[in-house]
Every structure is written in structure tokens, then in C-alpha cells.
């Protein structure tokens, strides 16, 4: 393996210092970048993109050749567990993923395989090693899976969701089939994500995309709980190498004081949260990750760079910072604003890091 | 005009004693009701049931039959105003509202009349006189706006939305364009609310169901800065007696000591903030609304009325609390369970109120 030429991501989830505050963004291999839509249309549909190792490999690395990125992320989808547990995953025209099979009882939950990652997962595994050793260690690679919860909301909505009525018609009226449904999808991903550490991941992301639909309550029992089994579970040093973990989930900002207490090292911030209110409450315990509103790439040159400053002051001196929008890039975003973002945060956050 | 008979939601939302806790559902008249759809298909389509002054007030009092509410609330649209200044608002079966001249430009925003609720808006303050009169004073009758904000996305995206691009692109590279237009709509707001007032309605509530997808500095810039014009415009006195106004912003919990000091009366919360919590907050400043997850009313008799025993508990002794749902009724709720929730909340809240 080559050893990491910039590893300013991996120190900052860490809290140890850095030059420059180090900066990615969530689906930053996407639809807006022109040579992505190429490599897509190659490769037929977005799963079968995913499913091959080089076209993966291609567009993950298809940022990094435009942006100063300081960190790559493996370009999947968060429900191939599922697809993998037999619930036939598909994707229509302008719409979000569908599953043929949704799961509508608790025979469908008692009945859920397993997958074995280096099986039914292998091509995840495949498209991580392949990644990895094109990276020739120029930056750290992120693997990643979707969170027991928010790949249960697919699940039994059998795709997106606006108000999750089926789900919560279970969680209200069945708790004990949703829970079994949970504890074997941590499971899952817990065997998932130690198999793309083991791979070449060199730090591991959970993506809880809608924990924040939940009342306090709620979010603990379905959702926090089993990312907190998760943490529990994953491989946290690799190649002699420490493995950071990351919790995302959005609308969650009142939650910080109990994600923080899960263990892990980085919590994702979306931008409805002041990143300084976010720093006082739980900074002293892990490294934030966020925190500027995707659609302030629309805007001129210099109000993106007045957003960088703004959050890059508001986060102050010191590490533990690691910039990056609040949620995925729009696919409408023009490829160079993301440029002027990802300079910005280098630029202007150099004088945070003196000490 | 009839003397009110109950009066415990008025005094709740002032922090005066009552002897239960008040409880009404938002979207109480709505299509979980087999009795609102027949009036409904008598109308014709949802527009004409709204324009029609009896018809409105018969759906209006349908849910005060069957469930024992403290509260009626108008039967309207929230996008009333930017129809009445010509925006052409519709309805496509299945999907949320549009409008068939959403606003592009400047130019757009500065041709934008102020609707007299007199003439064009006429049929929403019939609507009002009639619920008045045949409530004959059992409850009182709450008013409604949607907030500038809210319109405003709307009126920018041509319809509901799901990344609000359209109206980010305009905060961000235009701001001074949607101030304006905030602006506009925030008077146009202040004259159809009072004209509501004037009309019978005993307190008023504006509904900002967007604000939450904005950055906290954002939602202070467009959204609660006009929300907090409209509450110092409003009549706060009517027929001898105060005139409560509600505010309530989707997924604001973290944001309500802002919001209480708009003057407002009563802060409406959603599900994902605790009771407790909000009114250590605010307690002292305003009334709180809320927060019942809508989805509970999926669950069984007895698990509803653990969660309202578990909310009343949450909140505790004293004035101060309207209990209700944390958005709106589903339409696939069986109207069985509304009942067992409403009958809850006075069963249960009696403890509460014995000082």
C-alpha cells in the first residue's frame, strides 16, 4: 500500500491539528460534473455502475482530478444491503430507488438473510480495493453504509417517503417487528463496513438520512440505539492506522449531546445548526463535520466565499473541523462554484490552524 | 354575537387557568373524514369547496360533531393571497398545489397587487362570518396564514418542492428581490389576518411550514423577521377580548427563544422537541402547541393514550399548553382513533390543572 500523502481528513475527524481545515463534499462524484453523466451513460443504469469495480473506481476519482479534495468517498448507493438481503432494488426515471419485494410483516423480517459481504457485496468490496490502490495514496478513502433506520424507512415504504406512514404504522403498533428488522440491519452493516475497512476504507461514514423525521424518543429507540451498536461494532484501527467513524443524520441538531455520547469521532452537521452552538455542546468530545447549505453553490463567487469564512469563523481556532456541505451537492450545481468552495475553505481557514 | 361557552383554548394560549388542557387537531376538517368527502363531491374541486361559504362552514364544523375540540378552525388554503394576486393557483390530482405564473423575476415581484380581503379574498371572510354565526359560541374560531416564507417558496417554485432551489437561488443571488417580496406578502398577510379578525375570528395562526430547510441566520433573515412584522401588525384586541396569535415553524425547535420574541402569544412545535424542553425554554414568555407525532394516531387506543399522558406529563402543572398534533392529520387515519386521542387529552390533563 502506498502510504497517505494528505491524511489532513483522517487527523481532523481525530482532533489533532492540521495545516489547513480539510474539505469534501457529499456526493461529490455525481450528475453535476459532466464527465460522471459520460462514465454513467457507459456503463447503462446506476446499478450497474456501481456493480463495476473500474467505472466506480472512475468516477470516484473524477472530483479529486478537479477539486483539492482532501477526501475520496466510494461511490455506492446506501441500499445495497438490502438490495443484497433479496428486495430487488430498482431505480425509475426521475424518481428515487424502489424495492419490488418491500418488507410488509414479521415473516418478511425473520426471513432476511445475512449477506456476506464477499459474497452477495463483493462488487462494493471490489470497486473499495480498486479505488484504493488507483488513489496511490494521494488522499484517504471513505467507505460507507446507510443507517439501520433510514435503510428500514426504503424498506417497508418500498422506496421514498414523505410522511413514512408504513413505517410508523409498524414502529407504533408492531415496535417488536421493527426492532428485530434493526438489530439484524446493524448487524449487516456492521459486517459491511468492517469488510470495506478491511478492503482499503480508511475511515467509515453512516449516512442516517432520516433519523430527523422521529421525535426524541423515537430517534433513540429506532434509530440512535443501533448506529450506537454500529460504533460498537466496527474495526476501529487498520494498517496501523487509527479508523474514523462518522454519524449523519439530518434535521438532528438537538441531538448532538447524545450522537456525540455513541463514541464515534466525527458528527455530521446539516446547516440548520449554528456550527459554534455545535462546537460549545459536544466539540470537546468529537470532530464536526459540516456545515454550509448545498444551495449556496448557486450563489456568486463571493457570497460562497462569505459562507466559507462565516463557518470557518464560526467553528474558530483549533481542529476537529472537517468542512463539507450540509447534505449531498445539487445536480444543477455549476461544476466551478464547487471549485470556489473547496478553495475557499483552504485559503481562508489557515489562519485557524497557527497554534 | 353569541357569549363563548368554552373558552379554554383563548385562556391556554394567554397562560390563564384552565380546568383541562384545550386540544384541537390541525387539518381537523380534511379527507380522514367520510362526511368531509361527501361535501367535498358535492363541491366539485377543492377551490370551489373553499370559495363556497356554507360548504366551507360545513366542513369546518364537522369534526366539532364527532370530536369534543376546543378549538374550529377555518377551512382554507394557506396559498389564498398569491392566487389573489393572480398567480393562478391549482390543483393536479395526487400532487400538492401550483400555480400556473410563478414568479421569475424582479419585475414579476414588483407588478405583485396587494389583495383587498374585501373583494378578492371576499370569500374567505364570508367563509369566516358563516363558521361564526353557526358555531353560536360553543368554540371559538382560529384564523389563518400561511407565513411570507412559506408562500414565497411557492410562489417562486411554482409548487411544493423538495430542495427549494429555485427560492435558494433568489436568497442567495438576489436577496434584495425576495426581500421584497417577503415584504409585500408580509403586509398582504397583516390585511388579510385582520380582516379575519374583523370578520369573527378569535385568534390567529400563521403557518410557516418551510422555515425549517433555511440555515438559522437565514430563517431570522427571511422568514421570522417578517413573521415578527406580522405580529406587531396584527389587532390583538376584538369584541372586549385579546386575540391570541400562534406562530408555528416545521422543525424550528432549536430556534424558539427567537421566535417567542416576536411577542407572539403561542409557539406551535412539531414531534422532534420535547415538551419539557421547550418549556424550560419559553415557557414563561409564550403558550406552546403541540406535539404529538400525527403518526401515534396509527397506533392503538392505549398506545395513544400513553403517548398524550406521556406529553401532559412532559409539560406538566399549569396554563400554558394547547394540545395537538405536531402537523397535520394523515388522510388514512381511522377517525375512531381522533377520538380516543382527543378524549385523552381532557381524561388525562385534569391532574394538571388543579392549582
Known amino acids: 500500500m502506498h502510504s497517505l500523502k494528505n491524511d489532513r481528513y483522517l487527523r481532523a475527524l481525530l482532533r489533532q491539528p492540521v495545516d489547513v481545515t480539510p474539505v469534501w463534499m457529499m456526493r461529490q462524484a455525481g450528475r453535476y460534473l459532466p464527465e460522471y453523466k459520460a462514465t454513467r451513460a457507459q456503463a447503462g443504469d446506476f446499478m450497474s455502475l456501481c456493480k463495476n469495480a473500474e467505472l466506480a473506481c472512475e468516477v470516484t476519482l473524477q472530483p479529486l482530478r478537479r477539486y483539492d479534495l482532501d477526501a475520496a468517498i466510494l461511490f455506492s448507493d446506501i441500499l445495497t444491503i438490502p438490495d443484497a438481503m433479496g428486495l430487488g432494488l430498482y431505480f425509475e426515471q426521475g424518481e ?19 449477506p ?58 408492531e415496535p417488536q417487528a421493527l426492532h428485530l428488522l434493526l438489530d439484524k440491519l446493524a448487524d449487516s452493516v456492521i459486517l459491511y463496513l468492517n469488510a470495506q475497512i478491511a478492503a482499503g476504507a480508511q475511515s467509515v461514514m453512516v449516512f442516517d438520512t432520516w433519523g430527523g423525521v422521529l421525535s426524541p424518543r423515537d430517534y433513540q429507540d429506532f434509530s440512535l440505539q443501533y448506529m450506537h451498536k454500529i460504533v460498537d461494532g466496527l474495526t476501529r484501527e487498520n494498517e496501523g492506522r487509527k479508523i474514523p467513524v462518522t454519524l449523519f443524520t439530518k434535521n438532528a441538531g438537538m441531538w448532538l449531546e447524545s450522537i456525540a455520547a455513541t463514541g464515534c469521532d466525527g458528527v455530521g452537521l446539516d446547516w440548520t445548526i449554528d456550527i459554534d452552538n455545535a462546537k460549545a455542546r459536544v466539540g470537546d468530545k468529537v470532530a464536526l463535520q459540516g456545515n454550509m447549505d448545498p444551495s449556496m453553490l448557486y450563489a ?24 463539507n456541505l450540509g ?15 473547496v478553495d475557499a475553505v483552504h485559503k481562508y481557514s489557515a489562519q485557524y490552524h497557527k497554534g
Chains 1, 2 share one sequence.
Open 300 to 323: 456568486s463567487p463571493e457570497r460562497i466565499e462569505q459562507e466559507v469564512k462565516h463557518i470557518l469563523a464560526g467553528f474558530g481556532e483549533g481542529p476537529g473541523h472537517v468542512f
Open 96 to 114: 428515487g430507488p424502489k424495492f419490488s419485494n418491500p418488507i410488509t410483516c414479521m415473516a418478511d423480517i425473520q426471513n432476511l438473510p445475512a
Open 327 to 341: 447534505h449531498g451537492i445539487h445536480l444543477d450545481v455549476p461544476p466551478e462554484n464547487a471549485k470556489v468552495f
Open 116 to 173: 456476506d459481504p464477499e459474497q452477495e457485496l463483493q462488487y462494493v468490496m471490489n470497486a473499495v480495493r480498486t479505488i484504493r490502490k488507483n488513489l496511490q495514496g494521494e488522499v484517504p478513502l471513505i467507505g460507507f453504509s446507510g443507517s439501520p433506520w433510514t435503510l428500514a424507512t426504503y424498506m417497508i415504504e418500498g422506496g421514498s417517503s414523505k410522511a413514512f406512514t408504513k413505517i410508523k404504522k409498524m414502529a407504533f403498533s
